[in-house]
């Protein structure tokens, strides 16, 4: 499976961003995909995933700013980022799995990373 994410880029603060990651190859194994971010100095953390069935998950600090959704007939995960604010600022990554667990130790598959940047 090759994930490969666009999207990134440099925004002001309340500012949004949609970011794209596109799959291809077996993804007939993957039953969550998500976005996991890390910014310098921190630990990776995953910031929303999406299973199969469409449930959402979210980390607390982007609850009813971002949305995650997958469009499957196109093979492509999306992360709409609202109200954006600088510590959001990290480089995003696009993760997939066959495992229901969250966990960075479960993600099969991982694209390259689109960066964003979030100006005050």
């Known amino acids: 499976v090759q994930l490969v994410e666009s999207g990134g880029g440099l925004v002001q603060a309340g500012g949004s961003l949609r970011l794209s990651c596109a799959a291809s190859?077996?993804?007939?194994?993957?039953?969550?995909m998500g976005w996991y971010r890390q910014a310098p100095g921190k630990e990776r953390e995953l910031v929303a995933a999406?299973?199969?069935?469409?449930?959402?998950y979210y980390v607390d600090s982007v609850k009813g700013r971002f949305t995650i959704s997958r469009d499957n007939a196109k093979n492509t995960l999306y992360l709409q980022m609202n109200s954006l604010k600088p510590e959001d600022t990290a480089m995003y990554y696009c993760?997939?799995?066959?495992?229901?667990?969250?966990?960075?130790?479960?993600?099969?598959?991982w694209g390259q990373g689109t960066q964003v940047t979030v100006s005050s």
């Open positions: 190859g077996s993804i007939f194994s993957i039953n969550v």
């Open positions: 993760a997939a799995q066959s495992s229901y667990e969250l966990s960075d130790q479960d993600v099969d598959y």
């Open positions: 999406i299973s199969s069935g469409g449930t959402p």
